[in-house]
């Protein structure tokens, strides 16, 4: 039984995550854990799946604090006063999803062994419910947020900067327009009011969702515009002109900001070379696509900043999980002398192109072996997730969405990324065909 994706159980509301699989999570997780700390984002079916898996772990003895709507950030670092963290989330999917994320004390969500330990309690029915006189304690704490903010105030330089943050309706609402204001900035909200069929806009802050946020940049001038996903994990920026700052983009600009000579920084195996070339005094080690392999790695290895290019920005020295609204607190000191636009002009840049082509879960593999047969003589094969060529002209990827039914396709090139890039994209249309 595969329960556990790139990014923790996900799936369709009633479909792919329903109450009784909610409820075996608590269950199992119950069985392993003796405290936990419970939150979720806005999405409708939110509160549902969160009660279930709350039964599932009282039944098992486990005694549960429910810190209601917060951040994915703001539940992880509550996770380290626990034996364990439960956030409700399906990150930046669409409304009709939902998900289960499970944390460590340290901000790591669980790791593979973890997982598997779990599915395994799961599919063979290993639960242990305990006597009536041993069911766990339900109690609710509402310090949860006032913690978060506070941690990050006293981390974070101050600044005077005016910011037009969009949650796009997400958790964020919650933390981020307070923490930005705390710091001293000049805030404008945008979207940040907690709705969980999020109607403003899809809650994935990429450069096609983000249309009023770039429009009202140049309405009401502000230094700089920060887009948050449902759970506010991860944190994309817009420039003073309204330009969208893409993820390999501002990856590299945390990491020139965090990363001094011999640093060490990880990133997944589809960032792009403009990260390598931005810090040549650097350690870039790659891993595989998913915050949790990259904060793993960044563990293992001691390593001083990581992040992915979809937005999740990890700050060691805080926690081990991708934290959005620390990243738009910190953001604010990379412009505190030169503008957003300015840094982006600093940097390398290579033509990439991205996209995605709609892959049924069940049809992946052999899309797979077709990629492997057809480019296995263009160039170096590396297949730590999905199957990268390097070629003398760039690279490409090919890999299949750990949460979504989709294949996804990644291109970079001195010149010619379309080319490139179009040749893979038949080679997977040819396996659907």
């Known amino acids: 039984m595969k329960l556990f994706g790139s990014s923790g159980i996900r799936g369709i509301t009633n479909k792919d995550v329903t109450v009784d699989l909610a409820l075996k999570v608590g269950l199992a997780l119950g069985k392993t854990k003796g405290t936990a700390v419970i939150g979720r984002d806005p999405r409708v079916a939110g509160e549902m799946i969160e009660h279930a898996v709350i039964s599932g772990l009282l039944s098992s003895g486990c005694d549960v604090v429910r810190i209601g709507m ?191 000579s011999d640093a060490k920084l990880v990133v997944p195996v589809d960032t792009s070379m403009m990260i390598d070339d931005a810090l040549p005094d650097s350690t870039v080690i790659r891993t595989r696509v998913g915050d949790v392999y990259v904060a793993e790695e960044i563990k293992r290895s001691e390593a001083d900043f990581g992040g992915e290019p979809s937005g999740s920005w990890i700050f060691p020295a805080i926690s081990y999980c991708p934290d959005g609204i620390y990243a738009a607190a910190k953001v604010m000191e990379l412009i505190k002398e030169k503008k957003l636009s300015e840094l982006k002009g600093e940097l390398p840049h290579y033509p990439t192109r991205r996209g995605t082509v709609k892959c049924d879960n069940e049809r992946k593999d052999a899309v797979m072996q077709l990629v492997h047969s057809e480019l296995r003589s263009s160039g170096e094969i590396t297949d730590i997730d999905g199957i990268r060529v390097d070629m003398e002209e760039g690279w490409v990827l090919v890999r299949p969405s750990g949460t979504e039914p989709k294949m996804r396709i990644t291109a970079e090139a001195r010149e010619g990324v379309d080319k490139l890039y179009d040749m893979v994209e038949n080679i997977v249309k040819r396996g659907l065909a």
């Open 70 to 260: 917060v951040s994915t950030p703001t539940l992880a670092y509550a996770s380290r006063d626990y034996d364990c963290g439960v956030m409700i989330t399906a990150s930046h999917n669409p409304a009709e999803y939902v998900g289960i994320k499970l944390w460590n004390p340290d901000g790591m969500a669980f790791d593979s062994s973890q997982q598997e330990e779990i599915e395994d309690i799961i599919e063979n029915e290993k639960f242990d419910p305990v006597r009536w006189d041993r069911i766990g304690n339900l109690t609710e704490d509402s310090n949860a947020i006032r913690k978060h903010i506070e941690m990050i105030v006293k981390n974070v330089e101050r600044s005077s900067k005016r910011v037009i943050i969009d949650c796009g309706c997400g958790a964020g609402s919650t933390i981020t327009p307070y923490v930005l204001r705390e710091i001293g900035c000049e805030v404008i909200t945008l979207n940040s009011q907690p709705d969980g069929h999020f109607p403003a806009r899809n809650p994935e802050p990429n450069d096609a969702n983000l249309t009023l946020l770039k429009k009202a940049m140049k309405e009401f001038g502000a230094d700089i515009g920060i887009a948050q996903d449902g759970d506010a994990d991860r944190m994309m920026t817009v420039d003073e002109n309204g330009d969208f700052i893409t993820g390999d983009e501002m990856l590299a600009m945390f990491a020139r900001h965090e990363c001094k």
